[in-house]
């Protein structure tokens, strides 16, 4: 059961679903070769995990700049979670050096 927030104040309260660009939110090339880019200027953090799980890298975007190397060992897939600090989004992308 859901149950009205009855304080003085509602924010940040989750009422809905925001609707959101889909196009500015995504990675590429994919497949990668060691650089990965991305549209979206509002980034303030991407981690790429390996499908098992484990965190490969942490990439804290500078302002100005839409592309980062990747310090991944092996060829494979991989799930990049890019963040704004409100709002993320994920996508598996192949790597291959």
């Given at each position: ?13 989750v009422?809905g ?18 650089i990965?880019?991305w ?12 499908v098992?799980?484990?965190l ?17 060992t ?15 989004f994920?996508?598996?992308?192949f790597?291959?050096?």
């Open positions: 059961m859901i149950r009205p927030y009855l304080g003085k104040s509602g924010q940040g309260v009422t679903n925001e609707p959101v660009a889909v196009s500015e939110n995504y990675f590429f090339p994919n497949p990668a070769q060691g990965i880019n549209k979206n200027t509002s980034l303030k953090r991407i981690d790429i995990y390996s098992q799980g484990n490969v890298q942490t990439i804290l975007p500078v302002k100005g700049y839409q592309s980062s190397l990747l310090h991944v092996e060829d494979g897939m991989y799930i990049i979670k890019g963040s704004d600090g409100k709002r993320s994920i996508q598996k992308v790597i291959v050096k």
